[in-house]
């Protein structure tokens, strides 16, 4: 009945990255640019910016991840916070009190900003609905519902090599039914006007109803659903996926949606290909395509710590500093 | 309890669907029972008068299934802050599920309960025993003892017996009895670790889904035994179209099968979801609005026998958690009747039907001389005033919880006197 938690403040301003749902294509290319005039950070002698210096920012990860976790940490010391780190293991007994009780604390040591993953969809508001009103709370991942940043990154790689949004076919493979990946991408792509997006997998990893509730194309065949794309998006297929009543077995899910380049043959000549990695070699895709020209995978990871530093400098508020010092910080790119 | 008051209530427009009565006609009430309607019996001095001019004297409801939490978790709510509020809400009968701690499978946790809401003096509380020992699905409970310490009817709570060997055996068994047996039609496994409806929204937000199917095949099932066994069968809140479909035709081939909603499925619909409200996680979970129109249609023709509460309060640490982790289910019970009744102003259930549903229709599934106001029934009478507009407010909430997504809504009518066996047991102070 309520509405989802408003993450602009009453500005217009960025307060909360918990969900792509709701904000508009200004707001998503106002982050794609800023991004854009952080990469250059990375290649200066110092690999920092003043910009968010005095602020404290918590990584809450109540699951575990080294990747995200990790970007998320130099994102934030570039912007020149000060970074903790906190890995909380939930027990499946581990309810909203211990939770909030964590929140709390943490608001008692004059945290800024929480960057939070957690199992359950839903949990990044939910704690933004409970943080102390000075706080900043940035989704780093919810169960099966939204990975904003994750999907900005590839928002970013896909505009550097083609900006033109309003020209592209994008197919995303793989586990669709159980990926906040992908449900934060398809929100990415229709906000920025992309005209259409397909997703491919066996019925099984497609949610239901998907084509009206995502707006999307589905295919159940790989080659017909990667004909003609310009951007090939696999998923990761989570180990325990396999060998259940979701897919029999690694073997025949690669025979079906594995990535080759035989396959990548019928996509646009100019196809690139992306993962949100850690890939599973031989069974999204075989090293051929993962280590091939066309893979822009590593770049996404570089571009991960850019879009993590524009969203979370948007969220603590510091856009007035922006032009001068990121201009500083960009001379060299 | 202490003898009661002669009584009339006069003015009112009284309705009782169980004996056909529509009219405007003064009721009185002697020795807790129905004494005459209409003319006073010669001699009759009532000890007090109520004045229901401009209101409505119906039945007191019969909800068939309403928590109460006691005993086990009375950090949640308690008979007494339960019932209280159910006489607040006009409601005289409540079914209480068997999932309470200890589980209701002995006369002895039976007995209590209802010991303590006599005590209470509120409302009567009806236990539904537990099929199973322990609700595990395993061993049968001695129904036969639970019937004698008062169990109107058995069931299953919402932990459906996986085996289908002992569901048939236990619907037999209760069948040698003549008790109904009451389901919670939903398939465990494929209903297992949802939250929501597999729909449209369940998708969008990635919320694990329930899909309808884990209804049509419980519904099914049920049928299946229940035609092969001869027992009496009542399907509690069905949340779907295909549901009441199966239901109404079964019951067109003659098996013994009946069905009730839960009010909140008349309203809301998986799109209430798109705001992650813990209020709105409910088991059976909140279908599509087809599902949600067929479900109001049932109600009208009669394809469903009750409109239900399903009453579930929370302490609040239940619902402070992310949504799928929250516990499921809505305090309910003061909400039955307003929201009830603006399905009527809404043109979308008669009067009649309504208050059917919510007095003989319910009385009927459990086969209670309840929810009646014939020459000679027990005086459990509701009088209403069916112009009030309000708006519910946790203050206005008479219940211990206030975990409801109704909150800031507007309700129809409210509750001016409520009489259990022939005593005022609620009564509205800021009446003008």
Redesign the interface.
Known sequence: ????TPQLDANGKLKHFLTL?GLDATLLHEIIDRASGFLGVSDQAVKKVPLCRGKVIANLFFETSTRTRTTFELAAKRLSADVLNLNISTSSTA???T??DTLRNLEAMHVDMFVVR?A????A??IAD?AAPHVSVVNAG?????HPTQAMLDMLTIHRHKPDFGQLRVAIIGDIL?S?VA?SQILALHTLGVPEVRVIGPRTLI????E???GVKVYYDLREGLRDVDVVIMLRLQRERMSSALLPSEHEYFQLYGLTEERLAVAHPEAMVMHPGPINRGVEMDSQVADGERSVILEQVSNGIAVRMAVMSMCLGTQNLQHSQIAGATDGQ | MASSPKITIRNGRLIDPASGIDSHSDLHIAEGRIAAIGAAPSGFQPDRTLDASGRLVVPGLVDLSARLREPGHEHKATIASETRAAAAAGITTLCCPPDTHPVIDTPAVAQLIQQTATRNGYARVLPIGALTRGLKGETLAEMAALKRAGCPALGEAERPIRNTHVQRRALEYAASFGMPVFMHPLDPELSEGGCAH????????????I?EAAETLAIARGLALAEQTGARIHFRGLSTARAVTLLAEARRRGVRASGDVSIHQLF?TED?L????A??HLLPPLRTQADREALRGAVAQGDLDAVCSDHQPHDA?A????????DPGIAALETLLPLALRLVDEGVVGLTEMIARLTQGPAAIIDQPYGRLGIGDIADVCVLDPEARWTLTPESLVGRACNT?FIGTEMHGRVSWTLLGGRVVFERVEQD
Do not use: V, W, Y
């Open positions: 009945m309520s509405a989802l749902d309810k909203g009190e939770l909030l957690h359950t969809s839903g949990a508001h939910f409970h919810d169960g099966r519902h939204s159980h906040r449900r949610p239901a109803q998907a009206e509730a995502l | 597999e729909g449209r929204i369940s998708a969008r937000l990635g919320l694990p889904g899909p809301l209430d798109a705001g992650l409200d209020n709105c640490d619902k402070l958690a992310p949504f799928p982790d929250t997504p």
